[in-house]
């Protein structure tokens, strides 16, 4: 295992080595070999991890290999489900960043992890054992695999923003930045199917968001994560942007503006979720105008380049004629 470790230091040229040097089909063996011993397929996951890094044919020979299987394998053994390097393998190989590739094959690479099981084991870990420490890395690899409706829709019946949800509050009694940003995250992607936001806004997400965001009120990252949130399950939803105006979400985004003027993120943000709270509900545009929306919306197109086409288009949904000026 010493030989391969030295993959770690990972640029595409010690990936190329690892892959001509047959690297994945030895660290596989070796895997297969010592898969009673925790430290051995943490080492082991932490090779798969780094030689898959931004090498499309690498990734390409572990799921030749049948590193999917592998990997369920080991996670169905409950004593294994705190091997962290496991789940950065899962996340790494699922993402396409070889950038010397124009169709990356790991969106098919997703749906094979998802077929065998994977996103049902992954949730069950979420649940039962994964430690505070492994959780953000496990979120991660949810997300790497919710690929598409369908999937998304499964980690749902299996009982995944159930759980979500219920490490989102605890996230935030324990005020636990990481992992409060990680299941945020990985909510955000679930919410993309339009089943799930019904699911998330009936287990009362939005006031447990709101929540989290008055214990994390000068944390502009969590902020950030929670308005996202927001702006995906408003998204061509105007019953669901009446509840978020209700509930307190347009209030959040003036606040995020003025309280956090130098963060371009957060301003980019606050901008996106008003365009989906006023685009199809023009009774909360004067309300928003009414708080200040267009002086702090045009302070942040100024203030941050990145800022400007959203602050351009919440301005345009405000109903303001002059959105590009």
Known sequence: MGYVCDIQSVDVGSTEKFRQSEGPKIV?????????SSDLLDAGFSVVAAGSAGNEVVKE???????????????????????????????????????????????????????????????????????????????????????????????????GIDVLLQCIDEAGQQKNKVIARSCCSLLSKLAASDANKSVIIQRGGFDRFLQLTSRFSEDPSIIQEVMSMVTVLTLRSPENAARAMEVGYGTLAIQALQRFPSSGQTQKQACLMIRNLVVRNPENRTILLNDGAEKLIRKAKVMHGGCKDAASSALRDLGLDNYNA
């Not at 098919?108 to 890395?137: C, D, N, T």
Request: net charge negative; glycine share 4%; charged share 25%.
């Open 28 to 36: 596989m063996d070796i895997l297969k070999g010592g898969s009673e």
């Open 61 to 159: 020979s572990f799921m030749d290999l049948k590193v999917d299987e592998l990997i369920l394998h080991v996670m169905r053994d409950k004593s294994k489900t705190n091997v962290q390097s496991l789940y950065d393998a899962i996340r790494v190989l699922l993402t396409p960043d070889d950038n010397r590739v124009v169709a990356s094959q790991v969106y098919g690479y997703s749906r094979r992890f998802a077929e065998i099981g994977m996103a049902e084991v992954l949730v069950s870990a979420l649940r039962e054992q994964v430690a505070p420490s492994s959780l953000p890395s496990a979120c991660a690899a949810l997300k790497s695999i919710a690929v598409n409706d369908e999937i998304c829709r499964s980690i749902s019946e299996n009982g």
